[in-house]
């Protein structure tokens, strides 16, 4: 990709936004850079509260900031101006009817997971200065096949259908869209990255290269429709979850220099067989494991790479090494945290991944690294300060209560398991042919009409200032009030649901009554109303007045300053983004009422160590605990 060709697809963009503009489509308008649906910190855009489907982000933008687009389901497309450098964590996670997009040669650092979950995307143009790459930045893209990237990019590398570091040592990602059903691996890569094989639609066999010596953690977790991996006698180790939470994996060829295996690794892989001779760790490792050990291989013995449209093998003579790149290299082995210069290398497991970015699945805290029994006591210096943490010997000093597992899931994996289990339950009630009450989790496409209000039913409706939802009404669409002008709103009984942004940037709504049958809602509903920011800018109180607790114990705000937060009993979701950046708390105490956990709750916690409770926690979306000392890992069941 050249200067003129950014230019070209600028033009088109352009002729795009102008059609769209004459023709007042759903969604049409574009954005200036006076529009108050931006949201900035100085020259970074922190949030787009607006829901036009072509948006131009104003030329003061220099970085667009973490989520800054996150959950924006209109978003079409974007042009994104010279002015911005940086693309920040998920800032465009789940939009996913973005198509296209296109990183002018003015950026230098793309976050992890800056598109994760753009389903649309199909279209993705890298210009020749980006040279810190986030962990999976395309997680979750699945039409994604290709990117485009300037032949200029001394700090990238694509080849058929996957993204490198320059000189194509390490494997940043597989493209979930990848044609063809065999991957070889080139034999110049030497590490992977965490979910560098997530999701994929159409890859079957994987071969890796003779220089992998260890296969990383998450490395090879949840990888779609693969089915056979063959590892090469050069790898030693293979870690934490690396084959986890494979649906479809068949068989995994592991050699005889594999000397250690995570108790781990293919957790979640119940379909797995490991070929291995006898008497080797693999071998040992699946009959301790009750995992199916053979010994003939029974993968296609053709592994010749089929993507479509073959590329040569690119030169990497000449190619620089990125000057940010941090390796990732062993396991923390001692419990104190130095701090160093940004540009020595981290000697902790992923603290940072190659590019330099930090990788919070990766990153392991002292505070997570298990002690002997007689261990009383650690010392952690950070940011220049030692603290010491004390073994009370009277129960938990950090992490989770003993026992406390949960399904740890995206929100789309969550809600077709929960439609999935409604359907056995009102089958199960039909044929039992009782009157027994049962909770469905409605499906809009098979609701009429008169259920459902649809999305963006009133969107941008200033002189809508009063509306009187029908009592058979159950579900409420996204953005389907989004900035009107109303000014109060009663959801009746019978509402179950309201999806993502529904109310958002109603800034005179100050009156909302909400019925406690409602159950679900989503990121953003109430976000910029007059009622939602008159609570949260209220006097924090003592007692309970500090937790927003709406409809069927939906937890949709908090407004406290505790360093030890106590969620009210009767709590049975805590919504999105609710304790988002407070820093303040230490820990939190979860009753036993909490069955879910919703995305990014606690993030950004950053001194949040434990919780306390748990008992009846079931459900935690990724993402709830980014930016904490808490894992994910820590949840997952087994």
């Known amino acids: 990709m050249k200067n003129r060709l950014i230019a070209l697809a600028g033009v088109i963009m352009l002729g795009v936004l102008a059609f769209v503009g004459v023709a007042f489509g759903i969604g049409g308008g574009v954005d200036a850079a006076g529009d108050d649906a931006f949201r900035m910190n100085g020259t970074t855009l922190t ?62 650092k793309v976050g992890p997971g800056a598109f994760e979950g753009c389903t649309a995307l199909t279209s993705a143009e890298i210009g020749k200065n980006v040279s810190a790459w986030g962990t999976g930045v395309f997680t979750n893209c699945d039409s994604l096949a290709k990117v485009m990237l300037d032949e200029d990019n001394s700090y990238l590398t694509y080849y058929n259908g996957a993204i490198y570091n320059g000189t194509m040592t390490m494997l940043y990602q597989v493209l979930p869209a990848r044609k063809g059903e065999n991957y070889v691996m080139p034999e110049t890569v030497e590490e992977m990255d965490t979910y560098a094989f997530w999701n994929l639609q159409n890859v079957k066999n994987v071969k890796l290269s003779e220089q992998m010596e260890r296969i ?55 379909n797995v067989k490991i070929f291995t001779t006898k008497g080797t760790t693999a071998d040992t490792f699946g009959v301790e494991r009750n995992i199916e050990v053979i010994y003939s291989a029974e993968y296609p013995t053709d592994f010749l790479d089929s993507n479509e449209d073959l590329e040569e093998l690119p030169d990497i003579s000449g190619t620089e090494e990125n000057d940010t790149s941090v390796t990732n290299s062993t396991t923390i082995t001692t419990v104190i945290e130095i701090e160093t210069d940004a540009d020595e290398e981290s000697e902790t497991d992923g603290s940072k991944n190659e590019s330099g970015f930090e990788s919070a699945e990766n990153y392991i805290h002292p505070l997570d690294v298990p002690e002997k029994d007689d261990v009383i006591g650690k010392t952690v210096i950070s940011t220049g300060r030692a603290v010491m943490l004390m073994n009370n010997h009277d129960g938990q000093v950090y992490g989770l209560p003993d026992g406390v597992k949960a399904d740890v899931t995206t929100e789309s994996e969550a809600a077709k398991k929960e439609a999935s289990e409604s359907e056995a339950q009102e089958s199960e009630k ?87 049958t409602v159950e679900s809602i989503g990121t953003k509903a109430f976000e910029g109303t007059k009622w939602l920011n008159e609570w949260k800018n209220g006097k924090p109180a003592d007692g309970g007045d500090d937790f927003l607790i709406v409809g069927d114990g939906f937890l949709l705000a908090y407004r406290g300053n505790s360093e030890h937060v106590q969620i009210p009993e009767g709590v049975k979701q805590i919504g999105s983004e609710v304790f988002k950046g407070h820093s303040e708390i230490l820990d939190a105490d979860v009753p036993d009422s909490v069955t879910r956990i919703n995305a990014e709750a606690f993030r950004n916690c950053s001194s949040l160590t434990g919780l306390t409770g748990c008992e009846g926690l079931d459900t935690v979306i990724r993402g709830a605990f980014y930016g904490t000392q808490l894992s994910e890992s820590n949840f997952t069941k087994e």
């Not at 953690?217 to 934490?240: A, D």
Request: aromatic letters at 8%; hydrophobic letters at 35%; glycine letters at 6%.
């Open 47 to 108: 949030s787009y509260l607006g829901t036009d489907a072509y948006v131009s982000i104003p030329d003061t933008v220099t970085v667009i900031g973490e989520e800054a687009f996150a959950g924006n389901e209109t978003l079409k497309g974007v042009t994104i101006p010279d002015s911005v450098t940086t693309i920040s964590y998920n800032a465009f996670k789940d939009c996913t009817a973005l198509t296209g997009i296109i990183l002018s040669d003015r950026i230098t």
């Open 216 to 270: 990383p953690k998450y490395s090879m977790t949840n990888m779609g429709s693969v089915e056979n991996v063959s590892l090469p006698s050069s790898v030693q180790s293979i870690q934490e979850r690396a084959f986890a939470n494979n649906e479809k994996l068949v068989q995994v060829a592991v050699p005889a220099s594999v000397r250690e295996i995570d108790k781990t690794a293919f957790s979640g892989s119940s």
């Open 430 to 516: 039909e044929a039992s042919n009782t009157t027994t009450d049962v909770n469905i989790s409605y499906d809009e496409s098979n609701l009429s009409s008169e259920e459902y209000i649809p999305q963006r039913k009133f969107y941008k409706q200033k002189s809508l200032t009063n509306y009187e939802i029908d009592e058979t009404i159950k579900s409420i669409g996204r953005l389907a009030f989004a900035e009107s002008g109303l000014r109060s709103v009663n959801i009746p009984e019978g509402v179950t649901k309201i999806e993502y942004g529904a109310f958002m940037s109603c800034t005179n709504l100050g009156t909302v009554t909400i019925a406690d």
